[in-house]
């Protein structure tokens, strides 16, 4: 008999590392979880990654196996009251372990009031978050927490979920399911082990006893007469971010600040959605229009500082604009390009002409002898050595084909037209 008002993602939640598939870089024999927990000594850890791959899990895993008080605040309903009760909590018990799902939501005077009673150890803190901590956690507290990435779960381990649950579930195992195909089970999970398992249960429970067989047709025609039920979670927020970059990439505000609309009608983070379109303004518009990075950067901060749902004028403004601009991904690919060639040649050696000379000796073995003065010439160029010589004359940038980065090609063509082929 099903469990009332229990999802299958949590009647089903792993209990102890041998259990838990994925994240083998954290989890497996000898690496750093697995190694926490047998020598029984844990620390503050933030967990970096998308939704559904074991985070809280995680976190409930490591205060079981501890055996530590475990407490658990969402940033999303919990302010600094609660976390003060929480510590008080903990320093009655000695020592508890405290989860904080969504901690890129918690304010910075919440994030300051776990300062002190991580520092002293009266908790240990695991913090959630599929945002940047770099970005989205003060550096106070960041320095007292070790950072690890989740990485996205492959199909093969959600396929292993769904199996492991149809073991381990009675009401499941009780169904006698049949996977014959899951090609729109995964697609519609979007890589989220909870999501995948709630609609294993939505699917199944909607199913005729006598026929518990899947198929993609009838998983896809479910989950659209109910998508309802998915839809208040927010669990389509990798796909609409997704829907809402490609659509500024192609070009088509309409369909930009429609995605928008969605996120903002969903409560999404306003910042969360600036940040994309800043990162956006550089990979796929770049020199193209150089004006995207500022707007979308005065986007940012505007956001920041306004908040909805006056932002949300802001946020379509810039949307608009980004999705109008002409593309170029050249910086992006020069990067890469960049990164790969150091990767492959390693640490050359910076020619003498262009080394900093700060120091008598230094200039005794002539560095900077022989720098040229841009400046000091016609037009400000002067043509010089600025690569090691091992990879002299590689071209890694490549203006793309607009009418702004043309003009860049035909001032480096004239600038090197005997070095590089611009």
């Known amino acids: 008999m099903q469990v009332a008002n229990i999802p299958l993602a949590e009647r089903v939640r792993p209990k102890s590392l041998e259990e838990f598939i994925g994240q083998e870089h954290l989890v497996g024999r000898g690496k750093v979880l697995e190694q926490m927990i047998h020598s029984r000594k844990g620390h503050s850890i933030i967990f970096w990654g998308p939704p559904g791959v074991g985070k809280t899990t995680l976190a409930q895993i490591i205060a079981h ?13 919990s302010g600094v009251k609660d976390v003060r009760a929480v510590i008080e909590m903990a320093r ?18 919440q994030q300051d009031s776990l300062l ?13 978050t599929t945002e940047n901590p770099s970005f989205e956690v003060i550096g106070a507290l960041l320095s007292r927490c070790q950072v690890y990435v989740l990485q996205p779960l492959t199909e093969d381990h959600l396929m292993a979920l769904v199996k492991q649950a149809m073991e381990k579930d009675g009401w499941l195992a009780s169904q006698h399911i049949v996977i014959k195909e899951w090609e729109a089970l995964l697609q519609l999970s979007g890589g989220d082990a909870r999501r995948l398992l709630n609609l294993v249960e939505l699917v199944a429970s909607s199913l005729p006893d006598d026929n518990k067989t899947f198929t993609n047709d009838l998983v896809q025609d479910i989950v659209q007469k109910k998508m309802a039920l ?27 600040v429609y995605w928008l609309a969605r996120m903002i009608e969903g409560g999404e ?31 940012f901060q505007a956001v ?50 262009i080394r900093n000379a700060p120091t008598g000796l230094m200039k005794k073995m002539d560095y ?11 037009g400000n160029f002067v043509e010089q050595e600025f690569l090691p010589e091992k990879i002299s004359g590689t071209k890694l940038y490549d203006p793309a084909n607009n009418a702004t980065e043309a003009r860049l090609r035909e001032y480096l063509r004239n600038c090197w037209k005997d070095k590089y082929s611009y």
């Open 65 to 77: 196996s501890l055996d530590m008080p475990f407490f658990t605040l969402s940033a999303i309903d």
């Open 92 to 109: 009655k018990s000695g020592h508890a372990l405290l989860f904080i799902d969504e901690i890129h939501r918690f304010n910075k005077a």
């Open 116 to 128: 002190g009673a991580v520092e002293k150890g009266i908790i240990t803190l695991i913090g959630a």
């Open 230 to 256: 998915y839809d208040k979670t927010g669990e389509q927020h990798y796909d609409i971010i997704s829907a809402f970059i490609k659509s500024m990439r192609g070009s088509d505000p309409n369909a930009a």
């Open 269 to 299: 983070d306003p910042k969360f959605i600036a940040r994309r379109m800043v990162i956006l303004a550089s990979e796929d518009i770049g020199n193209a229009n150089p004006n995207a990075l500022l707007l979308a950067t005065s986007c």
């Open 304 to 353: 920041e500082l306004i908040g909805y749902p006056e932002c949300r004028i802001i946020l379509s403004q810039a949307a608009t604009y980004l999705a109008s601009s002409p593309k170029s991904n050249a910086a992006y690919m020069a990067i890469n390009n960049a990164q790969a060639l150091v990767t492959k040649t390693g640490d050359l050696p910076v020619p003498l002409p």
């Open 368 to 378: 900077g002898k022989g720098y040229k003065y841009a400046h000091d010439f016609p």
